[in-house]
Nanobody, 124 residues
Framework: QVQLVQSGGGLVQAGGSLTLSCAAS????????MAWYRQTPGMQRTLVAS???????TYANSVKGRFTISRDFADNTVSLQMNNLKPEDSAVYYC??????????????????WGQGTQVTVSS
């Protein structure tokens, strides 16, 4: 089991910056990929950025060059540095992790966990 606790949301002017943070606790050694998603009312949740256990990063085209995802393996945290924010970046942002744990024999547990979400609002 993993718990994800987010912090860092808020209101910012267009062109400004915000940093989101997510702290993982529980069975953190079984976490593989960590990521940030975002969602607006009535819309499907979409991937913003991800980072693997090896440090390989992936970004949505809409945020590439403006957002940076990072991971602190010692503290079990993942952060999203958001620069040059645009009004269309406004959404609820969710921390996410993939989880894989080997059990006895052929058994394994593969699942995912979500943070509670935090609001980011960019004013024009």
């Amino acid at each position: 089991q993993v718990q994800l606790v987010q912090s860092g949301g808020g209101l910012v002017q267009a062109g400004g910056s915000l940093t989101l943070s997510c702290a993982a606790s529980g069975s953190v050694s079984s976490i593989t990929t960590m990521a940030w998603y975002r969602q607006t009312p009535g819309m499907q949740r979409t991937l913003v950025a991800s980072i693997t256990s090896e440090g390989i990063t992936t970004y949505a085209n809409s945020v590439k060059g403006r957002f940076t995802i990072s991971r602190d393996f010692a503290d079990n945290t993942v952060s999203l540095q958001m620069n040059n924010l645009k009004p269309e970046d406004s959404a609820v942002y969710y921390c996410h992790c993939d989880y894989f744990r080997r059990l006895k024999g052929w058994d394994y547990l593969s699942t995912q966990y979500w943070g509670q979400g935090t609001q980011v609002t960019v004013s024009s």
